[in-house]
């Protein structure tokens, strides 16, 4: 119980960033970097995302691929860290 | 869209891809996560129907989009 | 999380750790043989007593609603309400709340409990969290479990470059156990994005500069104090010039919160003199929005930026203390803002006069920001105590101190013309005819601090002052 009390933070800023986020800096191109593919886990979804996983590939990324457990919540914060961690870019599909 | 306002507030380029069912939800959203400008692609619309030969038709349609939005080429 | 129901009868809230409820356990069992119902609620060890059935109070619920203080304590319930209850083991109360004539014979008949796990000092804060409807505004962010929670705050870009203490709720709650003010009282307006700040965003922001909670009325008087047109943040803030706020703090309370005011005053070491300004420079980036390489103009900074914040020698100063001078009491506890680039040394080891020490401090004096520049710039004279004797053997007072710097201090144009000496830097040519200050008059604060062994002193250098710039402003600390 500690721990989950311990893993909020109360915002110290103006809690105005949200209005003003902008994109981050991409790359110029894939090649080399490691793309996340998230499934949302939406039927059909899979097919969609092997296709642009082998074109990804194709193009010279490393491609590392991840599931949210429900396309109807956020994905945990865990996976969500693992991402940042383990690539540069990430896709996220697919809604319907 | 949640998970790829988090990705980009974690300093990872994002986008996510939808059918354009959601070309309207997509903008409502965007708007109330304070992050209009948030990287999306869309199919066309239906998905469930389709046969894997459409699907993957859809993503190879998508995918310079894609790549355009996650790349300043 | 909602107040737990208790059962009616005798409700008996216990540790193993006590030694008084380890010795009336034979007490309880005999008690289960009465005719009112036994509940046992043990706060540490799930298997005590183990003659007896338990339940847990695992996360202290039950402790914590019903506010035990003491264990054991024995609560009479009935129809859901308590209507009596008897702290540690006192035979007379037993028999009273039991109705029973006759307990624990062998036992002696008085014996005090012990303090209850629910107001441990250690989890009092934490319990607080978890039971107490939050009086806190601020959005929580959650740091997910793989991520270092410190490697977190750099991420979110809500550090100065060193690591931030995380201001978790129950930090959050304690540092407001600093101040009297309520957390939603608005403190400031903080530049350079206009925002209302409360005193809650305050203690955040102290938490994460390691502030201690008395540190936070002094972390409030100190915004204040910066956040107003006359200081001008926003101007300190946005220029090229390496100043920062530089806090001097005065009265009773700097000794009362250990602030330091000797040996190496400017330096290392020191906690409240390191996160008090710590925390003023967090918020003007946090919630002011002020960050370096953005509004934060600055050709070369100083480290000050980090923290600049000290308190004067009082009791040692042969004068009037800085914000005596400025209108407030000595018994009253006060901030003086003054925007400052990185001190300098003054050397001078020989004199034992007051007329040559001061022509040393007019010659350093001169020479600030540039030899050539007049009235643009206050200073800061941070006098150490061996130089301070030297004054106060002569009988000086601080006017007297600083008219005589003034006096020494007036400069021929002649002599501070664009191009005089070979340098293109100064004046307009027709100021050629007039004699020019130094310093315009209360352009000088003196402070006395430092070690009782070197004859030296400080300068504390300035930015443009008056109405375009930035004047000192003298603020009260309170409680």
New interface residues.
């Given amino acids: 119980?500690?721990?989950s009390?311990?893993?909020?933070?109360?915002?110290?800023?103006?809690?105005?960033?949200?209005?003003?986020?902008?994109?981050?800096?991409?790359?110029?191109?894939?090649k080399g970097l490691t793309?996340?593919l998230?499934d949302i886990s939406?039927?059909?979804?899979d097919?969609?995302?092997d296709?642009?996983e082998e074109?990804?590939s194709e193009?010279g990324a490393d491609v590392k691929r991840y599931k949210?457990p429900t396309f109807t919540k956020?994905?945990p914060?865990?996976l969500?860290?693992?991402?940042?961690?383990n690539?540069?870019?990430?896709?996220?599909?697919?809604?319907? | 869209m949640h998970d790829i306002v988090d990705l980009e507030r974690r300093g990872i380029p994002g986008v996510f891809v939808a059918s354009s069912e959601f070309i309207s939800a997509a903008d409502a959203q965007s708007r109330s996560l304070g992050f209009p400008d948030v990287a999306r692609v869309f199919t066309p619309h239906p998905i469930q129907d389709r046969t894997d030969d459409e699907m993957r038709a859809y993503a190879d349609a998508a995918l310079e989009e894609i790549v355009a939005a996650i790349t300043r080429g | 999380m909602n107040r737990p129901t208790l059962p009616d009868g005798l409700v008996i809230v216990v540790k193993r750790e006590c030694a008084t409820c380890v010795m009336v356990v034979p007490v309880i069992e005999e008690l289960i043989n009465g005719p009112l119902p036994i509940t046992v609620y043990v706060q540490d060890d799930p298997t005590f007593p183990e003659s007896l059935a338990r339940s847990h109070d695992a996360d202290l619920s039950v402790s914590w609603h019903y506010d035990i203080e003491t264990v054991p304590t024995v609560i009479r319930v009935k129809d859901g309400v308590e209507v009596d209850r008897t702290v540690g083991w006192v035979r007379d109360e037993w028999l009273k709340i039991t109705g029973l004539s006759s307990l624990g014979v062998e036992l002696p008949d008085f014996r005090p409990g012990c303090g209850s796990l629910s107001v441990d000092p250690d989890l009092v804060d934490e319990l607080r969290v978890r039971f107490g409807v939050s009086a806190l505004a601020a959005r929580r962010v959650e740091v997910a479990d793989a991520e270092d929670e410190f490697e977190a705050m750099f991420d979110r870009g809500w550090t100065d470059g060193l690591p931030v203490v995380p201001p978790t709720e129950q930090r959050v709650m304690r540092m407001l156990t600093g101040t009297t003010r309520q957390p939603t009282d608005v403190v400031a307006i903080v530049p350079p994005d206009l925002v209302e700040i409360t005193v809650e965003k305050v203690a955040i922001n102290a938490v994460m500069a390691g502030c201690k909670p008395e540190y936070l009325p002094w972390v409030i008087a100190a915004l204040e104090a910066v956040c107003n047109d006359t200081f001008n943040i926003h101007g300190v803030l946005a220029t090229t010039m390496p100043v920062g706020p530089v806090i001097v703090c005065n009265g009773p309370g700097t000794r009362a919160i250990g602030m330091n005011s000797g040996m190496n005053v400017f330096g290392q070491g020191n906690r409240a003199n390191l996160t008090i300004g710590r925390a003023v420079q967090l918020i003007i980036r946090n919630v002011g929005g002020g960050r370096p390489g953005e509004v934060d103009r600055a050709t070369h900074g100083n480290p000050g930026k980090l923290s600049f914040c000290f308190a004067e020698d009082e009791l040692g100063t042969p004068w009037t203390t800085l914000s005596e001078s400025r209108g407030i009491s000595r018994t009253a506890d006060a901030v003086t803002v003054f925007p400052g680039e990185g001190p300098r040394c003054v050397v001078d080891q020989l004199a034992r006069d007051p007329e040559s020490l001061t022509n040393t401090f007019a010659a350093c004096l001169r020479t600030l920001h540039n030899p050539k520049s007049v009235l643009a710039f206050d200073a800061i004279v941070v006098m150490g105590p061996e130089h301070a004797r030297v004054y106060a053997d002569a009988g000086w007072d601080r006017d007297r101190v600083l008219s005589e710097i003034h006096a020494r201090l007036q400069i021929p144009g002649s002599e501070l013309i664009r191009g005089a000496n070979g340098i293109a830097e100064g004046v307009p040519t027709h100021l050629s005819g007039m004699t020019l200050p130094k310093f315009r008059p209360g352009g000088l604060l003196l402070v006395h601090a430092g070690g009782g062994a070197g004859l030296f002193s400080a300068i504390i250098g300035g930015w443009a002052n008056g109405d375009i710039g930035s004047q000192p402003v003298t603020r009260e600390v309170r409680a």
């Fill in positions: 119980m500690t721990t009390v311990n893993r909020f933070v109360l915002d110290p800023t103006n809690e105005r960033r949200a209005s003003t986020m902008e994109r981050v800096g991409r790359p110029t191109s894939l793309v996340g998230l939406k039927a059909r979804g097919v969609f995302i296709r642009l074109r990804l193009m949210k956020p994905a914060v865990d969500r860290h693992e991402i940042s961690v690539c540069q870019v990430v896709i996220e599909a697919l809604a319907d």
